[in-house]
């Protein structure tokens, strides 16, 4: 068996006060978020999105961030697939941002909403023919018999749309995540690390978040 007890990093490079932060938790998350581009890290907005089934059976994947906005965030996905039926039936949900290059994490906690279908037609739009195609080929989350299948039915939609814009799917759309609950993470030496909260206070419709420092 791999002996894993030793491997182990000591962080370095910045810290994070509570001083050092935004009093809004978004404008804190697009701070580091461009942080993560200009340090050119490979999928900068990629997400760990962590949904819970009706039995209580927790389920994690990476997604992409597409949108940050004034009370929430926003990626699209097919309703159909396994995290799509879950947070149907439980909209409860967390995410986690990983960036070890900047050693640092945000966490955020909250709830999930489908986003108009205007919206979610504006982004298919742009993106690209071949990323369309793929939204109508894969029958997300479903049992396929192998690779081949899922190449013919690219390929058959492809041709269907050969001289015509694709439409969006009716099953394919955006969700949006109204955090409840922030964690900025900056890691430091010894374990000490910091770790800097916002919580949503009084009206749930309002910008109104409280800052606290947690023990790492």
């Given amino acids: 068996m791999l002996d894993l007890t030793q491997i182990r990093q000591d962080y370095t490079q910045k810290t994070l006060d509570e001083t050092d932060v935004t009093k809004n938790p978004f404008t ?13 890290i490979t999928e900068p907005t990629a997400m760990h999105l962590s949904t819970v089934s009706p039995e209580g059976k927790p389920s994690a994947r990476i997604v992409l961030l597409k949108e940050i906005e004034n009370d929430g965030i926003v990626f699209y996905s097919n309703y159909l697939s396994k995290k799509g039926m879950q947070m149907t039936q439980n909209d409860h949900i967390a995410v986690t941002f990983y960036w070890a290059e900047l050693e640092r994490q945000i966490r955020l906690e909250g709830v999930i909403r489908k986003i108009p279908h205007f919206q979610s037609l504006t982004y298919f739009q742009t993106r690209p023919r071949l990323s369309q195609i793929s939204a109508f080929a894969s029958p997300q989350s479903e049992k396929v018999e192998n690779r081949n299948w899922l190449e013919n039915q690219f390929a058959k939609i492809e041709e269907f749309y050969k001289d015509s814009p694709i439409k969006k799917p009716s099953y394919w759309g955006g969700y949006k995540i109204f955090p409840t609950y922030f964690e900025f993470w900056q890691g430091r030496r010894s374990r000490l690390h910091d770790r800097i909260v916002y919580e949503k206070t009084g009206n749930p419709n309002l910008n109104n978040w409280e800052i606290s420092r947690i023990a790492p």
């Fill in 28 to 40: 804190q998350l697009e701070t580091w978020l461009q942080n993560a581009i200009d340090a050119q």
